[in-house]
């Protein structure tokens, strides 16, 4: 939990570290490796309250494993990273870390939504009980109340007479759009989309990209991992490119995809714009 | 069809049928008249042969010892299979916890039940009273560390009687019990690592704990793959009752039968009923998993509705 603000524009976390009070995610030299592969070789970043960061960048530069890293779903090998000034997945107690359980990184995750690129919808849950699943189950709400939510959810992303309907007998983007909503029923902090449209028919991709850019408006803090320079360019407060582990070059959407300072970012853009 | 601007599609050119004279397989009727001939003999066989004494089989394979027989053998197929799954489940989430203690120790097991016959089981198991006469709830090693304490007495709450709570029936109902969830264990964990990583994933993410994620997500969808293969444990398991006879259970189903057989000096009707009756059940049970194999292994839960209808 954030404590008080000590002077503004700082807030100090329960372990005693500094944060700026306008940041929800902060990674602090994150590092991240398989084995004896490398993926993330120190990544610093901040995504500021009511933000959508949108982070590009060639496969394999480790985009994906960073976006991972922040729910916990892959564990750092170095570094620390906050949400919401908490530090993810680690207790800090007298300079030491302590691994939290299971249902306590599950507790931190419950506050951040995320969305896959292949959906991952269950299967065997219409689509309300898609929704309505971790909300009864983790949140406890009632489950008529839960339900109305779900359906105001449905409305929200165009697909209101689907409530009933199994996953496999919707469309990629209609699946899409109940995953979104699904994250949303938490009623999350934060949002992460990793790749949302890159499984889609092309035709299909307008549909989901308007949910996202909707949910923008709404002041969700996003961070997007994508291929979808236009989305990036039109809804993104900040961008970032990442290469081969690292941060090589980031700020607004704009200055990044117009005017490329590093040759990396220059060579990447010319082959995806 | 065709695009804003395209001319009507051209209709297909009308064509004559093929017609062609079929290539002919005469050694299909040879092999059929060779087999009608010998299916012929076969019959002519069971009617002919005084061995088979059918009046008397007839006679004796509806008799009460037999109907209870098949009773018991209906029952401990149900509880043993009851059981074996819910063992299965067990050893399954063990062997997949990631914990080094509870892996070991479901792979032990595995290997242990899987690797002794059923018979052999079924035998040791109807002699496990020779092992324990009785069997004491306490605290273990107690006739070692009271005197080491310098107490007097045991730390034994209560004590059960061997041979009567392992009877032959619950000696040999737990060594096919036992032995079910070793092989259901293996069953259940091809179902858990079939589900996608991506749905543990979501669910993670939604902030669900690891235990209710199996509960609610996982093991629901290991379903589809872990019901039809428990079809065929429980057909087998029906068969495998009849080992219960060495235990021996002498109300079984095929120990009761072999006992008609053996006073009467009419053994082979006897063992012809027998198979008899295991056909019958199982039949029913064949049935019974061609309904539950097609439920679960139905993809469309209803109308598959138009893909293109989504689009915006």
């Given at each position: 939990m954030a404590d008080q603000t000590k002077d503004h524009g700082v807030v100090e976390t329960a372990e005693g570290t500094e944060l700026p009070a306008d940041a929800l995610v902060v990674a602090e030299n994150v590092h991240k490796s398989f084995g004896r592969l490398e993926v993330l070789k120190g990544i610093d970043l901040q995504v500021k309250r009511g933000e959508v960061m949108c982070v590009v960048g060639p496969?394999?530069?480790?985009k994906s494993t960073f976006l991972r890293c922040v729910n916990h779903l892959e564990k750092l090998t170095a570094g620390r990273l906050w949400v919401n000034g908490e530090l993810m997945g680690y207790r800090q107690k007298r300079g030491r870390l302590y691994e939290l359980r299971d249902t306590e990184i599950a507790a931190q995750r419950s506050d951040i939504g995320m969305v896959f690129q292949r959906f991952n919808l269950f299967p065997h849950l219409t689509v309300l009980g898609n929704i309505i699943e971790a909300p009864v189950q983790v949140k406890k709400v009632p489950r008529a109340e839960a339900t109305e939510r779900a359906r105001e959810l449905l409305e929200r992303v165009g697909l209101p007479d689907k409530a009933d309907a199994y996953p496999e007998q919707l469309s990629g983007g209609q699946q899409q759009r109940v995953a979104i909503a699904r994250a949303l029923a938490m009623e999350p902090s934060l949002m992460l989309f990793d790749e949302p449209t890159s499984a889609l028919d092309p035709e299909l991709v307008g549909e989901v990209l308007d949910v996202m850019r909707d949910l923008a408006r709404g002041g969700m803090t996003m961070v997007v991992v994508t291929h979808e320079m236009g989305f990036a360019r039109e809804v993104g407060d900040s961008l970032v490119f990442m290469d081969d582990g690292v941060v090589v070059e980031s700020g607004t959407p704009a200055d990044v995809l117009t005017n490329p300072q590093h040759e990396r970012t220059q060579a990447f853009l010319s082959k995806v714009l | 069809m065709g695009g804003p601007g395209s001319k009507e599609p051209t209709p297909g050119r009308s064509a004559a049928p093929i017609t062609a004279v079929p290539v002919r397989y005469p050694e299909r009727w040879v092999a059929a008249g060779i087999i009608l001939v010998l299916a012929a003999m076969f019959v002519h066989m069971l009617f002919t042969n005084p061995a088979f004494n059918w009046p008397f089989m007839f006679d004796n394979m509806f008799s009460d010892p037999v109907l209870r027989g098949v009773w018991v053998t209906l029952s401990a197929t149900v509880l043993s299979m009851v059981i074996g799954v819910l063992l299965g489940v067990i050893l399954a989430v063990m062997r997949l916890s990631g914990n080094p203690v509870l892996v070991t120790v479901s792979w032990l097991y595995t290997w242990f039940f899987r690797g002794v016959p059923r018979l052999v089981l079924a035998v040791l198991f109807g002699n496990i009273a020779i092992l324990y006469s009785t069997i004491h709830i306490g605290l273990p090693f107690d006739n070692y560390w009271m005197p080491w304490l310098g107490l007097e007495g045991d730390a034994r709450f209560f004590e059960i009687d061997a041979r009567t709570l392992l009877t032959g029936y619950t000696a040999g109902l737990l060594a096919l019990s036992l032995s079910e969830g070793a092989y259901m264990a293996e069953i259940i964990r091809a179902g858990l690592q079939s589900v996608d990583k991506g749905q543990t994933e979501a669910a993670q993410a939604l902030g669900m704990s690891r235990s209710r994620i199996m509960r609610r997500i996982t093991l629901p969808q290991a379903m589809r793959v872990v019901i039809p293969p428990t079809g065929n444990e429980t057909i087998a398991m029906l068969k495998d009752t009849a080992l219960l006879a060495y235990v021996p259970v002498t109300i079984e189903l095929f120990y009761q039968l072999q006992a008609i057989g053996t006073r009467s000096y009419q053994i082979f009707p006897m063992l012809v009923a027998a198979c008899l009756w295991y056909l019958a059940i199982t039949s029913v049970l064949m049935v019974g998993q061609y309904f539950i194999e097609r439920r679960f292994n139905r993809s469309g839960r209803g109308v598959r509705q138009s893909i293109v209808g989504g689009a915006h």
């Open positions: 496969s394999g530069s480790g | -």
